[in-house]
């Protein structure tokens, strides 16, 4: 079974506070775009055998689809195994939720291969024992989320900007860049505003909003994101920010010139760049 893992991008992140387990209570405005993953999954005997075209990533226990994979045949007594075949397209460590999009598609595939007829409520649950984007990424519409990333609150919206993904060849930790935050100190973007405005074909107010409470300790991590960020916004496009914990940073525009214009100074100078675009309720 074939299936599209399809990336995320945070419009806006917001971290609220520190809760008493160590983690964080966060809210988003989380968009899929048509970035992708290719999962290729098939039932097997026995086991969890997974390949993949690239050579940086685990093939064995540390990697979150074999997490995933394991917790489904543990779950619900599985008496085969599956194979897995991940052709990558997200990069690594880029806050676009590359790996959770791979283990959600893999939850979804194993749902139907299986026959379970478990709801997507139902699986958006067992991914968030694996991963706290994985909910998300088991949906794939616009969310305002919440918590840990299992709260997730679905609106209609339909941006019609085109997007330009531009990452420096050094991701960043999640781990690191919470370690970093200075709550009392980083942006704090209005998520409810950014919402509101995007229900509402508000571009100005949407684009106002953007922000990134995980853009200045990330920023020390790894410069080169604030460097790409001023570029693109000197190249004239409408907003830049970066997604999730970085080290990608996306920016948004209406106008096809400045895209190219954008793709064509950033190309030569990082190793990813790509133009995409929203994933709506309309490509469905």
Do not use: W
């Amino acid at each position: 079974m074939k299936i599209r893992a399809y990336a995320k991008i945070n419009l806006a992140l917001d971290v609220v506070q520190r809760r008493e387990d160590g983690f964080h209570d966060l809210e988003m405005i989380m968009a899929p775009i048509f970035l992708h993953d290719l999962v290729l999954v098939d039932v097997i005997d026995e086991g969890i055998e997974i390949t993949t075209n690239n050579r940086i990533i685990p093939t064995d226990e540390r990697n979150i689809v074999y997490k995933v994979a394991a917790l489904m045949i543990e779950r619900f007594q599985l008496k085969k195994g599956v194979r897995i075949q991940i052709y990558k397209h997200i990069p690594m460590q880029a806050g676009l939720a590359g790996g959770s999009a791979d283990g959600a598609a893999v939850l979804r595939a194993m749902n139907r291969l299986f026959h379970l007829n478990l709801s997507m409520e139902t699986l958006a649950q067992i991914g968030d024992e694996v991963g706290s984007d994985i909910p998300f990424c088991i949906y794939q519409q616009f969310a305002f989320v919440t918590g840990k990333g299992e709260g997730l609150d679905f609106f209609e919206a339909s941006p019609d900007y085109a997007i330009l993904l531009v990452k420096p060849k050094k991701g960043v930790s999640t781990k690191l860049a919470f370690q970093k935050l200075h709550i009392n100190q980083c942006d704090h973007p209005n998520c409810r505003q950014m919402r509101f405005a995007m229900e509402n074909g508000d571009d100005q107010t949407m684009v106002s909003c953007l922000g990134n409470s995980l853009e200045e300790p990330s920023f020390k991590l790894v410069p080169e994101i604030q460097t790409i960020k001023e570029k693109l916004i000197a190249l004239g496009f409408d907003g830049a920010l970066m997604s999730g914990s970085g080290s990608c940073v996306f920016a948004l525009t209406k106008d096809p010139k400045i895209l190219q214009k954008g793709y064509e100074a950033m190309r030569n100078d990082y190793p990813f760049v790509l133009r995409t675009r929203f994933k709506t309720n309309e490509d469905y």
